[in-house]
């Protein structure tokens, strides 16, 4: 029986991953098929599951990262600190049981693919968004030694409001890593309402959207001389670590 592998979340449309898996699996003459699974809602996840015997792993992508976690048996370390999974196992016994279990690979992504880009004076972030990925954005950040502040539209606790990026603290928060959804096909048009005339070249604009290439975020901060980078080698890393998740 060929291995499936999938992809759950709502929207699907705006996904590289089953283009991803289906190239890797060609290429390497593995007898396996990627499917998107997209779903209005988390209820028929364990149908699926059940229904679909072949089925050995789920990558998990917005707006369920952290919805998933109760569908859980089971959580890895790291996707239990972080509070977010993108990488569910399916383990199925000889019993017939199915034991499932989270795991976290978008820090693993994100913090390769940003590391390299790292200049003197990024020692703080503005994090954009409070949803799943931005969790594991803030424990790559720490693990790079950068202190992390979230942004949201809703000012609460320790999360600034978009109302409060100053210029004082655009100044001294050089990396701005967008983790919302605005500015994703088809939705091109929108961006983060941040002070775009506050960015420098001194500036890393960081966007988690790939598609398109090149978002209206981006567009504006590179306008500002600032280097930027999108989702896309994050996307590729973080499945990269999901393959060797589901083949451990």
Request: glycine fraction near 8%.
């Amino acid at each position: 029986m060929k291995r499936l592998y999938g992809l759950v979340g709502y929207p699907l449309g705006h996904s590289f991953s089953r283009a991803f898996f289906q190239a890797k699996f060609e290429h390497e003459g593995i007898a396996a098929t990627y499917e998107n699974f997209e779903m209005p809602d988390l209820s028929g996840l364990h149908r699926l599951i059940t229904n679909r015997p072949e089925l050995c792993g789920l990558n998990v992508t917005i707006p369920y990262k952290t919805e998933v976690i109760p569908l859980l048996d089971e959580l890895d370390s790291q996707a239990c600190e972080i509070g977010a999974v993108n990488v569910i196992r399916i383990m199925r016994r000889a019993d017939g049981r199915i034991w499932l279990k989270g795991y976290n690979s978008d820090i693993i992504g994100f913090t390769q693919s940003i590391a390299p880009l790292l200049a003197d004076g990024m020692t703080r972030a503005l994090i954009l968004g409070t949803g799943g990925a931005s969790k594991a954005v803030c424990a790559g950040l720490k693990s790079l030694h950068i202190t992390p502040t979230f942004v949201s539209r809703q000012r609460r606790g320790d999360i600034i409001g978009y109302d409060d990026l100053s210029p004082e603290v655009m100044d001294s928060h050089r990396i701005v890593v967008n983790t919302t959804p605005l500015g994703m096909y088809p939705h091109t048009e929108y961006c983060p309402d941040i002070p775009y005339d506050r960015l420098t070249p001194n500036h890393l604009c960081y966007d988690l959207v790939y598609n398109p290439e090149t978002t209206l975020f981006l567009k504006r901060a590179a306008q500002q001389g600032c280097a930027t980078k999108n989702g896309l080698e994050m996307l590729h890393r973080q499945a990269l670590a999901a393959w060797k998740i589901w083949n451990e």
